[in-house]
């Protein structure tokens, strides 16, 4: 395969998802999809209606171009946080995360610059199982999840869950772990702090009790992959280690569990890339934008240019580390020869 750059965050929901809506409706039909003058809406149950969905989040000749001018080959599209549904009844959380896919998959077939990751019904842990076989068969490149596996609650160290990690180890699937939100807590109202810290705490807090239960090394088939450089884990790394040796063996060392994750490089400042490197190690890595969202980097190359890595771990953040991780489709391909594509973004 070409040494292509690679993007391994970001988000898309296709069209479909909305064309097709009315007439599979009744297969999730505690799902409410509004259509008004200020946009599409979802709404789940005992949730509040979300934001309209953005209409970057499917034009793919906007993402197309500005991918162009950001040296970018290819991505690894994930879904949107907002509509993956786990306040869904068990079964219609199936049927909706097999419908999300089946939009994903037919939205993208025709557009070999992207591999997109599937989502799946964690709100039970043997259909999320079940949709995540699914999934990788059919040639995803993994899958997207969020933070909160029963919606607005519950922990993914949850023994419910415990069958869908462990068809995630048999199948050596990428995971890619995204924040959701900081349920009930006031401070975050203003100052847009739900986007600046909220989501940040939410990643900490949720893989924390992942690397205290055990799960990074219990599944070790899978490769964790954290969005925004894994939050305040490098940093506060030695907290967790010193938290576990107080506990006199009741958790697991978080530090292992830690060695076995890997991030994106959606941090924005070259000093904290650096420092995420040298807590992660080398090839553990991997460029990510968090396309097509505000909070984004807008040119995700600039802060690995900037870092002080070798030409050899900047290749392995731009290129080589996704094409291990990931699954990417068998047609994939670029616009441009890649050896440019890499002068480019200085490698």
């Known amino acids: 395969m070409k040494n292509l750059i690679i993007d391994i965050?970001?988000?898309?929901?296709?069209?479909?998802?909305?064309?097709?809506?009315?007439?599979?409706?009744s297969?999730?039909?505690?799902?409410?999809?509004?259509?008004?003058?200020?946009g599409v809406t979802l709404q789940f149950p005992g949730g509040e209606v979300t934001r309209p969905i953005s209409p970057k989040l499917s034009d793919l000749n906007e993402r197309k171009a500005?991918?162009?001018?950001?040296g970018i080959d290819h991505q690894l599209v994930g879904g949107w946080l907002d509509s993956f549904g786990y306040e869904l009844p068990s079964d219609q959380g199936l049927a909706w995360s097999r419908f999300i896919n089946d939009c994903m998959w037919d939205g993208?077939?025709?557009?070999p610059r992207f591999t997109p990751l599937a989502t799946v019904p964690l709100q039970d842990g043997k259909l999320a199982a079940q949709v995540l076989e699914e999934a990788m068969q059919r040639g995803f490149g993994g899958i997207m999840i969020g933070t909160l596996p029963q919606g607005q609650g519950g922990n993914l160290d949850d023994a419910s869950l415990d069958a869908f990690w462990q068809k995630a180890h048999e199948l050596k699937a990428a995971v890619v772990l995204h924040p959701m939100f900081i349920c009930g807590e006031p401070r975050l109202a203003d100052y847009d702090l739900v986007n600046a810290v909220g989501r940040l705490a939410d990643t900490t807090i949720a893989v924390s009790r992942l690397l205290f239960s055990g799960h990074l090394l219990k599944y070790s088939g899978m490769k964790l992959v954290l969005c925004h450089g894994g939050a305040a884990l490098p940093f506060g790394l030695g907290r967790l280690v010193r938290n576990a040796a107080i506990a006199h063996g009741k958790y697991a060392d978080p530090r292992k569990g830690f060695e076995a994750m890997y991030f994106d490089s959606c941090v924005f400042d070259p000093e904290a890339l650096d420092f995420l490197i040298k807590k992660a190690?080398?090839?553990?890595?991997?460029?990510?934008?968090?396309m097509p969202f505000p909070i984004g980097d807008p040119a995700p190359g600039k802060v690995v240019a900037d870092s002080t890595q070798d030409e050899a771990e900047r290749g392995a953040m731009l290129t080589m580390t996704a094409q291990k991780v990931f699954s990417l489709r068998r047609d994939v391909c670029c616009d441009r020869i890649a050896d440019e594509t890499l002068a480019k973004a200085g490698v």
């Open 66 to 70: 500005w991918m162009q001018q950001n």
């Open 281 to 290: 190690g080398k090839g553990k890595v991997m460029l990510g934008s968090d």
């Open 108 to 111: 993208l077939t025709a557009e």
């Open 27 to 38: 297969a999730f039909s505690a799902v409410k999809l509004t259509r008004g003058d200020k």
């Open 9 to 25: 965050h970001a988000h898309y929901l296709p069209k479909a998802l909305i064309e097709r809506f009315d007439a599979h409706a």
